[in-house]
Every structure is written in structure tokens, then in C-alpha cells.
């Protein structure tokens, strides 16, 4: 909700005095708002009360001009010369602000005047005990965030107490976090902050939270019970229109919310959220460890209202069915942990919508070692960032841990002796240290010209986030061969692969060659839970097998190479009775019956020496270069699964699912 405008356009900077009870005092106020603001309730019920009654307006003012000629803060001259200055052409400035640019009152002055003017309470909090069924409703980090305290709570009616209650942004937003008729107060100017922490701060705080949790059937806010109440009430028409619910709907923000806040608790990476034609239901899944999932099926009439309400929170227009949409939501805003949902709107068939929500939870970066390269890929990788410029890529599909990789590297260079460069889209792993930079293509902020402006900028690391097109990748190269060290993403299927597709885009291959330093390709794969996987013992056959897969279709005919590489394996992998252990998936509570809990990557690295980068110049093939890549001792993706596989973190069909030989 940073930077929004409010009614006043001004920000409160309270030139308040304290009198000898501590209670506050602003001596530039009129002698009748100085009057109310020491008026104040002795209790909630007094509180309720003085708002149950009106308070008048200052008579005979229409406009907020003529109300402060009147109150006597200014006089006519004044506000003729600040209509005139309001009625210049250019840029509409509102009354307001002119009159404090001018001098001619303080912006405490212009912010009660408004309150009195308005017929706005002014109350001074400092005596006040704000009610706990009132605190519960806003989490204390939006209570600071936001400036806003929760004073009572009647039926339906939520009393806040705000710096600027002319916010009509802010209160849209407490509205829905707190599904109540919101009453907005003003707080007594330098009042406000100190309030927020004694009454979060309080015992009684804390208490009433958590017995409000305790009170709270676990199915009451649960996903099923919410979509069975949004059921029974479209059930209650005979249509199938999709106008019974409002996006608006307590009940459905609710839901929505629960949608998420299961999807986190899961460890969803994405939800999928899929309308259909009545009578087919409204259909959500959640992608968990790489795999959909279905989390519930929803009514039809709710299709176009649980699309509209992901709008609202995204930021998005809801009147606009025809195109995709893309945006973000804050979940902390409506009351949720601090993750970050990326927002994606797909136009279907008969002017229905599909959403897809990746979740985005601020990730910090993991240790290089800790990202499951095997010893030797984990060595040479760390050779070749050590070194001071060059071009390192990280290749494979979308959702396959590129940017975490990436970060992991940053975080073995990033140290004070280096300047780090990065550019992403979107951020979504942070680290101290790094100078990240978001990306915005609508304003032409795009990874080339982001790269432009890092060279210019002193680097010593850069780190694009993808090479999208030539352009990116020329100045990547070019930023390569001057000094620094490059790191980047490639939606390739394979090392080899990432050095054709660059030479087929229009890379120059002797710069590209003598820039590139090593091509990192990797997958991610389910892990074997290891509270329930299986062990049993591997037959000859199982590991003959395995060799076959490991050495590929042009080697597995040789049987001595096979039986030499079973051997190998007895070796390493053996327990005491001579035979290796292999692991199958089974299911328990822990993995919701799936048999996997988490996933690993597996890794292919290549390094540019002098064989690579002749194979670059002259334009050879994949092929090629993924035989004299392996020649070199390369371990391929399909092999370093196999290891895995034989280590028991993983299974053989995760591996080939994973892996195309």
C-alpha cells in the first residue's frame, strides 16, 4: 500500500508539545478541535456512544476552502490566491496541499480542520483500552505497516483509528482483510504510533489471539467447510449462473485465503485454479514437489466470482476478460505469513478465465554444497566462479531451480571485496550483499538495457536472470570478454544444447567460445520420503539394468563395460553381505501417501576447454559435443540420477521421467 495518495496528498508531521498530564497538545489548533481532543471517552462503551452521535459540520461551508475561511485559519485573500494557483494549467494540485506549500497553515491545522469540517471524530487513544476482539482482526504488522489501530468491535461494525481517515485505498483494503463495516477516526496528531505498541504490546493482546485460535473449530476455516457453505448457498438457486456469489463474498475472501494459506502449508509452488462451463465445477490443484495435486472442487457459480476476487487482491482488471493479465499479491496485506504470489490470468474458451498463482516466500539463498551437486560437479563449479571474468550458464526448464542455483553461487562470491549486479524477473530469492534490480519490460526496462547500465556501473559480478534474445546474450558476451564474471539462465534441455541454441540466435562463435567457462543443466526430481521408503535387496538383473541406462544406448551393448561398472557399484554401495540396497516409494502421513517428500536436483556440467571451444567455431553439433563432452569425464543428467538413485534418495522411473537419452 506504499505510495498511495491519500485525500490530503500531504504526510502528517505533527508539531505536538506534550502538557504536564503527558497527554499531547498542539498549540496551532483552534481552541474548539484543542477542546475535542481532550473530550475523550473514558471507556469502549463511551467511545461507541460518542460515535453513535453526529457531529456537526461547520454551517454553510460546501467547499474545504470556504470551511477554513470560516474557521478563521485563513482569510480571503489567502484562499483567492490558492484558487488561482489551483486553476493554473499543468498538473491539478489539490486546495490543501497549495495552502501548506504557501505557509498559510501547518498541516496539523489543515488536518483537523478537514476532521471538523467533515464531521471526522478526533479521539485521543492514550487513556483508551482498545478492545482484544478489535486487535485480533489486524495482525500487528499491518497495524504498524499501516498506521491504523483497531479500537472496538460492534456486530459488524469495526472502529479504526487512523492518522488520515480520508485513505480510501487503506480502508478498501482493511475492509477485506477484516470482512467488517469499517468506522474511521482520527488520531489526535503524534498520538497514534505510541498507541499501536502499548495495546500490541499489552497482555490481554496476545491472550485474546490465542484464545480466539483456540476457540476456532479446525474445520470451521478450512477450505472444505468454506466451499461447503459457498455450495449450499448456490445450491439454494435453480440457476447456474455465476452471480449468486460476490467476489466481495465473506465468505469466498475466506475461502481464497485458505486456498493460500493450505497451498504454503503444503509447500505448494503453484496453484492452479481452472473455471469450466456449468454444470462442470471449478476446479484447484496445487503443483507440490513438481506434481498437481487436487486440493477441491468448487461449485460453477462460482467461476467467475473466485477469479474476480484473485483480481482485486493482484491489482488487476476485473472488467477485462479478452487478455491475459499478470501482477502480484502481498499476502501479509490481508493477513497472512509474508509470501509473495506471482499472478497470471489465461483467457479460456467461452470468456472464462484460469488462474495461476506461484508463490513466492522471499527464500534465502542455500549454501552451494547444500543443492545436491555430487563432489566432483561441486568442485569443478566452484573452480570455474573463482575465476575473475567469463560467462557461466545454468540450463533446463522453467521450474527447475535455475535461480536457486544461480543465488547459490552468489553466495560463495559474494563477499565485501566484489560488486554484485543482478537482474532479475521477478526477485525472488534475496541476499545482503547483491544490488538486485527488478525488471519492468512495460517501461522498457528490459535484461539488455539492464546490462547496459551495469557496465556503467562498476561491477565486478553480473547476473542476468535470462538470456531472452540476442541482444542480452550479445552484451552478456561482450561483459564476459572485458573483465567480469557473467552468470545466467538457458531453457535448454541439455549443456551441449545451450551452445547451439546461442550459436543459432546469431552469437558471434569465436567470442562465445572464448568467453564461456562452463554450462551447468540440471533437473529437479522427487525425494523418497525417508520415513517410509522400502528397502530391498537389488538383483543381479536390476543393476544390469541400471548400467544399461547409465552408459546410454552405444555403450550398454558392451557387456564388459557393463559388468565392470556393476562392479564398481558392489564396491561403493554393498552393505556387509555383498548386495546393494536399492529404495522403492510406499506412503505415510508425513508425505500425504505419495511416497516422496521434497525433491533433489540432479546435474550435468561442462566445461569450456580447448576441445569445447574448437567444437564452438566450427559449429558442431549437439551430438557431437555431448561425445566428446562425455569422453572428457562429463557426468550426464540420467547418470548423476542413477547415483542418486543408488545413494536411496530418489527412484529409477523419477530419474527417467526427468531425463530424455
Known amino acids: 500500500m506504499a505510495g498511495r495518495q491519500s485525500f490530503l496528498a500531504v504526510q502528517l508531521q505533527p508539531s505536538c508539545d506534550a502538557e504536564s498530564d503527558g497527554r499531547p497538545t498542539c498549540p496551532d489548533l483552534l481552541p474548539e478541535a ?110 504498524e505497516r499501516e498506521s491504523v489501530l483497531p479500537l472496538l468491535l460492534r456486530d459488524d461494525a469495526l472502529v479504526l483509528l487512523l492518522a488520515d481517515p480520508w485513505d480510501k485505498a487503506l480502508l478498501d483494503e482493511l475492509r477485506f482483510l477484516t470482512q467488517r463495516r469499517v468506522v474511521a477516526v482520527m488520531a489526535v496528531p503524534g498520538t497514534l504510533m505510541p ?71 503444503r509447500r505448494a509452488s503453484d496453484i492452479h485454479i481452472e473455471t469450466a462451463v456449468a454444470p462442470r465445477q471449478v476446479r484447484v490443484r496445487l503443483r507440490i514437489d513438481g506434481e498437481l495435486v487436487p486440493l477441491i472442487d468448487l461449485p460453477p457459480q462460482l467461476r467467475f466470482a473466485v477469479v474476480a476476487r484473485i483480481k482485486i487482491m493482484a491489482d488487476l482488471d476485473i472488467a477485462e476478460h479478452r487478455k491475459p493479465q499478470d501482477g502480484k499479491i502481498d499476502f501479509s496485506r490481508f493477513g497472512g505469513p509474508h509470501v509473495e504470489l506471482r499472478v497470471v490470468t489465461v483467457p479460456t474458451s467461452r470468456g472464462l478465465e484460469d488462474v495461476v498463482l506461484r508463490l513466492l516466500s522471499g527464500l534465502k539463498p542455500i549454501p552451494l554444497d547444500g543443492i545436491d551437486l555430487s563432489p566432483d560437479n561441486l568442485r569443478l563449479l566452484r573452480v570455474a566462479s573463482a575465476k575473475p571474468y567469463g560467462l557461466i550458464l545454468i540450463c533446463g526448464p522453467t521450474g527447475c531451480g535455475k535461480t536457486t542455483t544461480l543465488h547459490s553461487v552468489l553466495r560463495d562470491l559474494n563477499t565485501d571485496g566484489r560488486k554484485i549486479w543482478t537482474a532479475e524477473d521477478p ?113 543381479d538383473g536390476e543393476l544390469d539394468d541400471l548400467a544399461c541406462q547409465y552408459l546410454g544406448a552405444s555403450a550398454a551393448a558392451d557387456a564388459n563395460r557393463r559388468a565392470s561398472l556393476v562392479s564398481n557399484w558392489r564396491q561403493r554401495h554393498a552393505s556387509a553381505n555383498g548386495r546393494v540396497t536399492l529404495y522403492r516409494r510406499h506412503g505415510c502421513d508425513r508425505c500425504d501417501g505419495h511416497g516422496y517428500h521434497g525433491r533433489l536436483g540432479i546435474h550435468e556440467l561442462m566445461l569450456a576447454d580447448e576441445a569445447v571451444r574448437a567444437h564452438v567455431r566450427h559449429r558442431e553439433s549437439a551430438a557431437v559435443l555431448q561425445a566428446d563432452a562425455r569422453a572428457s569425464g562429463m557426468t550426464t543428467l540420467r547418470q548423476d540420477g542413477i547415483a542418486k538413485v543408488l545413494a536411496g534418495l530418489t527412484d529409477l522411473p523419477e530419474v527417467l521421467a526427468a531425463t530424455n537419452e
Open 34 to 143: 484543542q477542546a475535542e481532543a481532550h473530550a475523550q471517552p473514558a471507556n469502549p462503551e463511551a467511545l461507541w456512544a460518542l460515535l453513535q452521535s453526529a457531529r456537526p459540520r461547520v454551517e454553510s461551508a460546501s467547499r474545504l476552502g470556504e470551511a477554513l475561511r470560516l474557521s478563521g485559519l485563513i482569510d480571503g485573500d489567502t484562499l483567492h490566491r490558492a484558487l488561482d494557483l489551483q486553476r493554473q494549467p499543468g498538473k491539478h494540485r489539490l486546495l490543501g496541499q497549495i495552502l501548506v506549500t504557501l505557509g498559510a497553515l501547518s498541516e496539523v491545522q489543515l488536518r483537523m480542520a478537514l476532521a471538523q469540517w467533515m464531521g471526522v471524530r478526533v479521539i485521543d487513544p492514550r487513556d483508551l483500552i482498545c478492545e482484544p476482539e478489535a486487535l485480533t482482526l489486524i495482525p500487528r504488522a499491518v497495524a
Open 195 to 265: 498507541a499501536i505498541h502499548r495495546a500490541y504490546s499489552a497482555p490481554h493482546a496476545d491472550g485474546a489471539r490465542l484464545s480466539r485460535e483456540a476457540q476456532r473449530d479446525g474445520k470451521s476455516t478450512s477450505v472444505e467447510s468454506l466451499a461447503t457453505e459457498l455450495r449450499e448457498a448456490a445450491d439454494a438457486t435453480s440457476t447456474h449462473d455465476a452471480d449468486v456469489v460476490s467476489e466481495s463474498d465473506n465468505t469466498l475472501v475466506r475461502m481464497i485465503n485458505s486456498i493460500i494459506q493450505d497451498a504454503i502449508a
Open 427 to 539: 526477485i525472488e530469492i534475496t541476499q545482503d550483499g547483491l544490488r538486485q534490480v527488478q525488471m519492468n519490460p512495460r517501461i522498457g526496462w528490459t535484461f539488455a538495457n539492464a546490462m547496459r547500465t551495469f557496465l556503467r556501473a562498476d561491477p565486478d559480478v553480473i547476473m542476468i536472470g535470462e538470456m531472452r534474445d540476442e541482444e542480452t546474450a550479445r552484451i552478456a558476451i561482450e561483459a564476459s570478454l572485458t573483465g567480469h564474471l557473467v552468470l545466467s539462465t538457458l531453457h535448454t534441455n541439455s549443456a551441449p544444447e545451450s551452445i547451439t541454441r546461442l550459436l543459432e540466435i546469431g552469437l558471434d562463435p569465436f567470442n562465445f567460445s572464448d568467453s564461456l567457462l562452463a554450462i551447468l543443466a540440471q533437473r529437479l526430481v522427487r525425494r523418497l520420503c525417508l520415513h517410509c521408503r522400502e528397502p530391498h535387496l537389488a538383483t
